[in-house]
């Protein structure tokens, strides 16, 4: 095997598990939920087999996970945790604790559908009703970017100090084989240094978290995390281009794809993009001016550089396999709110298509940019199947 | 016992507790005896309080203020962490109201506790939700009144000291902050012990119980000599000893200096009082062995 080139055929679960490898955790505490279980469990197999030196905590729950990592954080270790659904769900008040507490974990949730009822399928409404928790939102196509992606956000989360989670879909990514190339731990060390924060729990510093604070400390808090959370961008960027000299692997905060002289764009995250990427390429081949953009990162959301892609798109169609009742798809009401006040902006379609995880083809979207290249779009996001 | 106090000032006055609390005290045996190489998680409760508001502390040490669930799950997360770094010296310690061990922490505790995780756990047991104003948790005793209980609270206390020690961690101890040498010389030993350690600390409390402001030592003892709460140490889930237990002193002296208990008519006091020697008998069995 060349150290280099070390091209194996995985999930994407494993894919991920690959990727955490090289950024040596130090702690890791883990709870089991499909279909993100493969994750932890190959973590499990590489420090039995010694591959990996890691303190394993078996919690009792996802909660208990979250709390751990953020105090194995605050003592100035790395940690990584995995998780999907309920599991996530059950986190929530600790993702707040996590950001609050500038804890740079880095977590992968596997989107599947929340109960009630129960199901295993793939869809977004798990970590986009996360998105105000004060973490960096990745979502990723396939095992490699979600390998690729965990190492950089490492590298984002540790520089800005605030946790972030990347994501790929149930069962579409996460338990489909692909060809993945793991990059040389040599080449991770030098992307990624060692984590040594200055501030941290050690009784040699005297440094106290988490006690009552006044109005006016907890004001700037906030605002100290807004501005942390707004560098984002830049740092992710660069963290990107960095990754792609290393690596020849970039996607961007967002990627445009056959953009060109679009007379519509269709907008998503995950794994839909594939889906998207088919439908463009067939459209284009009719001789429709179609193109997609890709929304790679969610949290901060990238409003710049969405406003400069579409400025001059007359249409747009985002297509959400996710749903918040009440206000539609999540990343419909993010594309409204980003092209807000845009001079003879894009005409927003909002397509609600796959929530629950139902099936999705290239040919069912290539119906729907017709759909919408000839009617006129509503405020509200429209069922699609 | 004859065991001397020796205490490194890691606690200090001007914290924020009720005047002549059992908490604060119990505290202060606690981290003075534990030393400032010690890193403490706390959750809600009067302990955060105490703690105080930042950026002021009343210990000299790191403490990490957690959720109220979370505080064995915290500790756990420190205590890997410090492994994992190779600091072999550094002692991690939780230090939990009944609210947040009985109740809504009890999950993480056990889990943590099954884990034989390396940390000590302090429960100051002040029998209720004392900073949210006197409600119930399940440590609260059988007929006490709290702001959740008026009518008397209808069972009895959990008894998690024998549940804490079915889960035959290393150490389990029970104490109290009217025989201040025995908590501190039970810090000591935990101190030297690796592994999961738990010691819950009856803290009477001014304002739940409704005691005088001088009361909370005498009420303390008196909850031993009745025989209410025993003080005993359990290793490895197997090895019980008896320090300082029942003298047969009647249950009502214990329960007069109390305004929670003020409801009582004498049937109800002879209820308690055969429910305490029917738990003390039982107990008192374990020592034998
Ligand atoms: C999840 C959650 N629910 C409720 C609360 C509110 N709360 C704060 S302190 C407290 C009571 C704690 O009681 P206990 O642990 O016995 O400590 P004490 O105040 O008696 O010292 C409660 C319910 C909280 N902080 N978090
Ligand atoms: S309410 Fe009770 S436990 Fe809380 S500070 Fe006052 S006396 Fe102490
Ligand atoms: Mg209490």
Same mark, same amino acid.
């Given at each position: 095997m060349n150290e280099k080139n070390n091209r194996i055929l995985v999930n994407g679960n494993h894919a991920v598990a690959y990727g955490v490898k090289l950024a040596q955790p130090q702690v890791v505490p883990i709870y089991p939920i499909t279909p993100q279980t493969p994750i932890v469990e190959k973590i499990s197999e590489f420090q039995a087999a010694g591959e990996m030196v890691v303190e394993l905590v078996t919690a009792e729950s996802e909660h208990s996970a979250m709390a751990a990592c953020i105090t194995a954080s605050l003592t100035g270790a790395r940690v990584f945790t995995a998780t999907a659904s309920q599991g996530l769900m059950l986190?929530?008040? !600790?993702?707040? &604790?996590?950001? %609050?507490?500038?804890?740079?974990?880095?977590?992968?949730?596997?989107?599947?559908?929340? %109960?009630?009822? /129960?199901?295993? /399928?793939?869809?977004?409404?798990?970590?986009?009703?996360?998105?105000?928790?004060?973490?960096?939102?990745?979502?990723?196509?396939?095992?490699?970017?979600?390998?690729?992606?965990?190492?950089?956000? &490492?590298?984002?989360?540790?520089?800005?100090?605030?946790?972030? !989670?990347?994501?790929?879909?149930?069962?579409?990514?996460?338990?489909?084989?692909?060809?993945?190339?793991?990059?040389?731990?040599?080449?991770?060390?030098?992307?990624?240094?060692?984590?040594?924060?200055?501030?941290?729990?050690?009784?040699?510093?005297?440094?106290? /978290?988490?006690?009552?604070?006044?109005?006016?400390?907890?004001?700037?808090?906030?605002?100290?995390? %807004?501005?942390?959370?707004?560098?984002?961008?830049?740092?992710?960027?660069?963290?990107?281009?960095?990754?792609?000299?290393?690596?020849?692997? %970039?996607?961007?905060?967002?990627?445009?794809?056959?953009?060109?002289?679009?007379?519509?764009?269709?907008?998503? !995250?995950?794994?839909?993009?594939?889906?998207?990427?088919?439908?463009?390429?067939?459209?284009? !081949?009719?001789?429709?001016?179609?193109?997609?953009?890709?929304?790679?990162?969610?949290?901060?959301?990238?409003?710049?550089?969405v406003r400069q892609a579409l400025m001059s798109v007359p249409k747009v169609m985002v297509l959400d396999r996710n749903f918040a009742p009440g206000t539609g798809g999540f990343l419909h009401q993010e594309l409204k709110a980003a092209l807000y006040g845009v001079d003879d902006g894009p005409g927003v379609h909002g397509y609600l298509t796959g929530v629950g995880g139902t099936n999705i083809s290239p040919n069912n979207i290539a119906a729907l940019v017709r759909e919408a290249m000839s009617t006129t779009p509503i405020a509200s996001s429209v069922w699609k199947g | 016992m004859g065991y001397q106090i020796n205490e490194e000032k890691v606690f200090n006055s001007?914290?924020?507790?009720?005047?002549?609390?059992?908490?604060?005290?119990?505290?202060?045996?606690?981290?003075?005896?534990?030393?400032?190489? +010690?890193?403490?998680?706390?959750?809600?409760?009067?302990?955060?309080?105490?703690?105080?508001?930042?950026?002021?502390?009343?210990?000299?040490?790191?403490?990490?203020?957690?959720?109220?669930?979370?505080?064995?799950?915290?500790?756990?997360?420190?205590?890997?962490?410090?492994?994992?770094?190779?600091?072999?010296? +550094?002692?991690?310690?939780?230090?939990?109201? @009944?609210?947040?061990?009985? @109740?809504?922490?009890?999950?993480?505790?056990?889990?943590?506790?099954?884990?034989?995780? @390396?940390?000590?756990?302090?429960?100051?047991?002040?029998?209720?939700?004392?900073?949210?104003?006197?409600?119930?948790?399940?440590?609260?005793?059988?007929?006490?009144?709290?702001?959740?209980?008026?009518?008397?609270?209808?069972?009895?206390?959990?008894?998690?000291?024998?549940?804490?020690?079915?889960?035959?961690?290393?150490?389990?101890?029970?104490? +109290?902050?009217?025989?201040?040498?025995?908590?501190?010389?039970?810090?000591?030993?935990a101190k030297g012990i690796r592994g999961l350690r738990f010691i819950v600390v009856l803290t009477p409390c001014l304002d739940g119980w409704g005691l005088a402001d001088n009361a909370g030592p005498k009420v303390s003892r008196l909850a031993v000599e009745t025989g209410v709460f025993p003080l005993y140490e359990v290793e490895n889930g197997e090895h019980y000893t008896l320090n300082y237990g029942s003298k047969g002193t009647p249950i009502n002296q214990y329960l007069s200096l109390q305004k929670r208990y003020r409801h009582l008519n004498q049937a109800q006091i002879e209820e308690i009082q055969i429910e305490v020697d029917n738990n003390w008998q039982r107990l008192h069995r374990k020592f034998s062995t």
């Open positions: 986190m929530h008040e !600790m993702l707040h &604790y996590a950001s %609050g507490a500038r804890a740079p974990i880095v977590m992968f949730n596997v989107n599947r559908t929340i %109960g009630s009822p /129960w199901g295993f /399928w793939p869809d977004q409404t798990d970590s986009l009703a996360q998105r105000d928790t004060g973490w960096i939102h990745y979502y990723c196509e396939h095992g490699q970017e979600s390998l690729d992606t965990v190492l950089q956000a &490492y590298r984002v989360a540790e520089k800005v100090m605030l946790p972030a !989670m990347v994501m790929h879909e149930a069962f579409y990514v996460s338990h489909a084989l692909d060809i993945v190339e793991v990059p040389a731990q040599k080449d991770v060390d030098q992307y990624l240094p060692a984590f040594n924060p200055l501030h941290r729990l050690d009784p040699e510093i005297g440094e106290s /978290w988490g006690n009552t604070v006044n109005q006016e400390m907890f004001y700037r808090h906030r605002r100290d995390l %807004g501005l942390a959370m707004e560098s984002v961008i830049d740092v992710a960027q660069e963290a990107d281009t960095e990754w792609q000299e290393l690596t020849g692997r %970039g996607y961007g905060i967002i990627e445009k794809y056959r953009c060109d002289d679009a007379e519509l764009v269709i907008v998503t !995250m995950g794994s839909m993009v594939g889906t998207a990427r088919d439908a463009v390429d067939n459209l284009r !081949m009719e001789g429709v001016p179609v193109g997609l953009l890709k929304v790679k990162l969610f949290r901060p959301f990238p409003t710049e550089a | 001007g914290h924020a507790a009720c005047p002549g609390c059992s908490e604060a005290l119990a505290m202060r045996y606690i981290v003075n005896t534990l030393g400032p190489d +010690t890193i403490g998680v706390v959750p809600p409760s009067c302990i955060a309080i105490i703690s105080g508001p930042q950026p002021l502390s009343s210990m000299r040490m790191p403490v990490y203020q957690t959720t109220l669930e979370a505080s064995a799950a915290s500790a756990t997360g420190i205590a890997r962490a410090l492994k994992a770094k190779g600091n072999d010296h +550094t002692k991690v310690v939780a230090i939990a109201g @009944d609210g947040g061990t009985y @109740d809504i922490g009890f999950q993480s505790l056990s889990s943590a506790a099954e884990r034989n995780e @390396d940390f000590i756990y302090i429960c100051l047991d002040n029998e209720g939700y004392m900073n949210t104003g006197a409600q119930k948790s399940s440590s609260t005793p059988y007929l006490a009144y709290t702001a959740s209980t008026p009518a008397g609270k209808p069972t009895p206390k959990k008894n998690l000291a024998e549940i804490m020690a079915a889960h035959r961690i290393p150490y389990m101890a029970t104490a +109290t902050t009217g025989y201040p040498e025995d908590l501190a010389r039970k810090v000591a030993k």
